[in-house]
């Protein structure tokens, strides 16, 4: 696809409208089943109508009632708030343990627990819908829970080396992405209420980035780390994801619009610099898109392409596109864009395949719902740049 095919197939892509008018009710219908609680985790777009498992998980509630609450936003007019409100009663009175910032991390339906361990990503995304369900419906509950479940954080997975533990449990290794979803988490809690408090936990979260998580020098951001915050060992401690490169850009480029702060700005300069560099493919055999990973060096180690990946890259370019006025990051949308709809999304019903090949052959058929997450913010992100 060239340059002048992209931006002319750019601009008959999907709207706000199709957001409103296709992606979330289809998604609604989906994932929410009349007199069941939860969300339907997986749907298999060959057998839409199995029966959805027993088990529901903390961090799919979460996400989804952060995307309907979103979705309201978007179009007040329609049925998303239903939808939001269905998962917020779920993740308050049934994944939430003791009204003590506790969440299960996974349980029946019927609250029953299945895994009661407390996983700091399942706790970064409550934060992350409790902030915009509160901005959605004002319910002072969400803003409770959120205060609980920092209380939880900082006194009880604190570690002694920065940052949180991973869960409950002391599991190892140790992760970059739940303290990444944390800042997103505290971006989100800040702006919807105005608190110094969410910024000051964002603050601390971009100082972990900048001193055990980035190296800045290569532009790389590490995936597993050991206790003290040196890589892995083995094959671990070298994996980077392209997909998180782009993520981090986006953050850092959203934390130095709220505070200033130049150095998140030169950090997420090093970082989107390595992913252009190394982590897309832009090859004439398969679709534009990132990769699903790299290593240190920047040499490919997966050359998958799933979908979340695609989201960030445009979430990466909208943030320089709005900060920096950046002209190449225009372009790189554009294309990215088309290519999202060309080999990913289904523009008529709102499914996706979750995974290509490096040629663009579907690897997975079934698809996680947990992803509208990232579709969904990815997409509204871009109507409000370009609104702006």
Same mark, same amino acid.
């Given at each position: 696809? =060239?340059? *002048?095919?992209a931006?002319?197939?750019?601009?008959?892509?999907p709207?706000?409208?199709?957001?409103?008018?296709?992606l979330?009710?289809?998604?609604?219908?989906?994932?929410?089943?009349?007199?069941?609680?939860?969300?339907?985790?997986?749907?298999d777009?060959?057998?839409?109508?199995?029966?959805?498992?027993?088990?529901? =998980?903390?961090?799919v509630t979460?996400?989804?009632? @952060?995307?309907?609450?979103?979705?309201?936003?978007?179009?007040p007019?329609? #049925?998303?708030?239903?939808?939001?409100?269905?998962g917020?009663?779920?993740? /308050?009175?049934?994944?939430?343990?003791?009204?003590?910032?506790?969440?299960?991390?996974?349980?029946? #339906?019927?609250?029953?627990?299945?895994?009661?361990?407390?996983?700091?990503?399942?706790?970064?995304?409550v934060l992350?819908?409790?902030?915009? @369900? @509160?901005?959605?419906?004002?319910?002072?509950?969400?803003?409770?829970i959120?205060? *609980?479940?920092?209380?939880?954080?900082?006194?009880e997975?604190?570690?002694?080396?920065?940052?949180?533990? !991973?869960? $409950?449990?002391g599991?190892l290794?140790?992760?970059q992405?739940?303290?990444?979803?944390?800042? #997103?988490?505290?971006?989100?809690?800040a702006?919807?209420?105005?608190?110094?408090r969410?910024?000051?936990?964002?603050?601390?979260?971009? /100082?972990?980035?900048?001193?055990?998580?980035?190296?800045? !020098?290569?532009? $790389?951001?590490?995936?597993?780390?050991t206790?003290?915050?040196?890589?892995a060992?083995?094959v671990?401690?070298?994996?980077?994801?392209?997909?998180?490169?782009?993520e981090?850009?986006w953050?850092?480029?959203?934390?130095?619009?709220? $505070?200033?702060?130049?150095?998140? /700005?030169?950090l997420?300069e /090093?970082?989107?610099?390595f992913?252009?560099?190394?982590?897309?493919?832009?090859?004439?055999?398969?679709?534009?898109?990132?990769?699903?990973?790299?290593d240190?060096?920047g040499?490919?180690?997966?050359?998958?392409?799933?979908? +979340?990946?695609? $989201?960030?890259?445009?979430?990466?370019?909208? %943030?320089?596109? #709005?900060c920096?006025?950046?002209a190449?990051? %225009?372009?790189?949308?554009?294309?990215?864009? %088309?290519?999202?709809?060309?080999?990913?999304?289904?523009p008529?019903?709102?499914? +996706?395949?979750?995974?290509?090949a490096?040629?663009?052959?579907?690897?997975q058929?079934?698809?996680?719902?947990?992803?509208?997450?990232?579709?969904?913010?990815?997409?509204?992100?871009? !109507?409000?740049?370009? %609104?702006?």
């Open positions: 696809m =060239t340059r *002048e095919e931006v002319e197939a750019a601009a008959g892509l709207s706000k409208a199709w957001l409103r008018e296709t979330i009710p289809a998604w609604i219908d989906r994932a929410v089943w009349p007199g069941r609680a939860g969300f339907v985790e997986m749907f777009p060959a057998d839409p109508d199995r029966e959805p498992g027993p088990v529901k =998980t903390t961090l979460a996400r989804l009632t @952060y995307v309907f609450s979103h979705a309201h936003l978007l179009d007019k329609g #049925e998303a708030l239903a939808a939001a409100r269905h917020f009663t779920f993740l /308050r009175d049934a994944c939430r343990e003791g009204g003590q910032g506790r969440f299960l991390h996974s349980v029946r #339906e019927d609250g029953t627990p299945v895994d009661a361990r407390t996983d700091l990503y399942d706790l970064a995304f992350f819908a409790m902030a915009w @369900y @509160y901005r959605a419906t004002r319910d002072e509950q969400a803003l409770a959120a205060g *609980e479940v920092i209380g939880f954080i900082e006194g997975m604190a570690h002694p080396q920065g940052g949180f533990a !991973e869960d $409950t449990l599991t290794p140790r992760r992405n739940p303290h990444m979803h944390l800042l #997103e988490a505290f971006h989100a809690l702006e919807a209420t105005g608190g110094q969410w910024l000051d936990h964002a603050d601390a979260i971009v /100082r972990l980035a900048r001193e055990h998580l980035v190296d800045a !020098e290569a532009g $790389t951001l590490g995936e597993y780390f206790d003290d915050w040196h890589p060992p083995g671990a401690g070298t994996v980077c994801e392209p997909g998180h490169h782009f981090w850009t953050l850092l480029l959203h934390h130095w619009r709220l $505070t200033g702060d130049t150095q998140a /700005r030169d997420a /090093r970082l989107y610099g992913a252009i560099r190394h982590g897309i493919d832009d090859g004439p055999a398969g679709p534009l898109a990132a990769f699903d990973a790299f240190r060096s040499n490919v180690t997966a050359a998958t392409k799933l979908l +979340w990946p695609q $989201t960030e890259a445009i979430k990466a370019f909208l %943030a320089r596109i #709005e920096l006025g950046d190449d990051a %225009a372009v790189r949308l554009d294309r990215h864009l %088309a290519s999202l709809f060309r080999w990913f999304v289904a008529e019903t709102g499914l +996706w395949f979750n995974q290509l490096k040629d663009g052959t579907p690897a058929a079934v698809i996680p719902v947990r992803v509208l997450y990232h579709l969904l913010l990815a997409l509204a992100e871009w !109507e409000r740049v370009r %609104a702006g």
